[in-house]
């Protein structure tokens, strides 16, 4: 189960994973709401590295733009726009609290056994990213995955003009 | 090397879960559905490079998921601020109109 050869790689995740873990961690025990959201860009940072890992560096920038970037300062602006300096107090509910750590604990133990036990079979060719990731992937959206794509762009269209709707002051 | 990568993602799913299930301010309940979504993703990636037919695909899944969980951010936050300005409070507890 340990018999791993420490390689390059192997320090690269290491060191990610426990980037992503801490910066989860913290987001869960820190008390105010705008550090949880800087403990959560944290996280997204490390997945864009780990993205980096598995030679889906397009990902990994997209990771770094619309997560990292966008969807932070959306968090930290709905922050700003409800509660300045809210502060996440205790919960008054231990059973709650500690009904939702055995689920998430029992849940992650299920995963973890399935993980574990399962033999993966052998791949039939290593992958092969390509010369250009951007472009083999720029080339797949636009042949084979073109109707999801449009369907995808129509559905954030609308999804953000009814955000605006949403958020818009009542007409006064 | 593919079970390290879902261990982690099954790790940041479970943390997301507690989290989303715990947190009182609904913008923290908010980001943690983000961290689920971004544990999903690594698996798709992962999949993509160790699974039994590597290919780009499950790299466009995930962004096509990502582009979907930008929207689901984008709507969860206008809905927060619409509530707030009805109801005065982030507290999820307290947005219990419908059960009464």
Avoid at chain 1, 33 to 48: E, T, W
Avoid at chain 1, 70 to 86: R, W
Avoid at chain 2, 36 to 46: H, I, K
């Amino acid at each position: 189960m340990f018999n791993i050869a420490i390689t390059g790689e192997f320090v690269a995740f290491f060191t990610l994973s426990a980037i992503m873990i801490c910066g989860a961690v913290l987001m869960l025990s820190l008390e105010k709401v705008v550090h949880m959201v800087i403990s959560m860009a944290a996280v997204f940072i490390g997945l864009a590295g780990m993205f980096v890992l598995l030679e889906a560096e397009f990902v990994a920038f997209v990771q770094v733009l619309i997560y990292a970037g966008a969807v932070s300062i959306l968090m930290i602006f709905g922050i700003m726009m409800t509660k300045h300096h809210a502060v996440e107090q205790e919960p008054s509910k231990p059973l709650h609290q500690t009904l939702a750590a055995i689920a998430a604990i029992s849940l992650f133990g299920i995963l973890f056994y399935a993980i574990r036990t399962t033999t993966f079979p052998e791949q039939q060719q290593p992958f092969q990213p390509g010369e250009d990731n951007t472009m083999a992937i720029g080339e797949l959206l636009y042949t084979g995955y073109v109707i999801p794509f449009e369907l995808l762009s129509v559905l954030l269209t609308v999804a953000f003009i009814g955000a605006i709707v949403i958020a818009k002051k009542e007409a006064d | 090397m593919l079970a390290s990568y879902l261990t982690v993602a099954a790790m940041l799913f479970c943390i997301g879960l507690y989290g989303a299930l715990v947190k009182r301010n609904a913008v923290v309940v908010l980001l943690c559905l983000e961290l689920m979504l971004n544990a999903v993703n690594l698996n798709l990636v992962a999949f993509s490079k160790y699974g039994v037919v590597p290919s780009l695909t499950g790299q466009i899944f995930s962004l096509f998921t990502i582009t979907v969980a930008a929207a689901e951010a984008a709507i969860g936050v206008a809905i927060l601020i619409a509530l707030f300005r009805m109801r005065g409070t982030v507290n999820v507890d307290e947005f219990d109109k419908m059960r009464r």
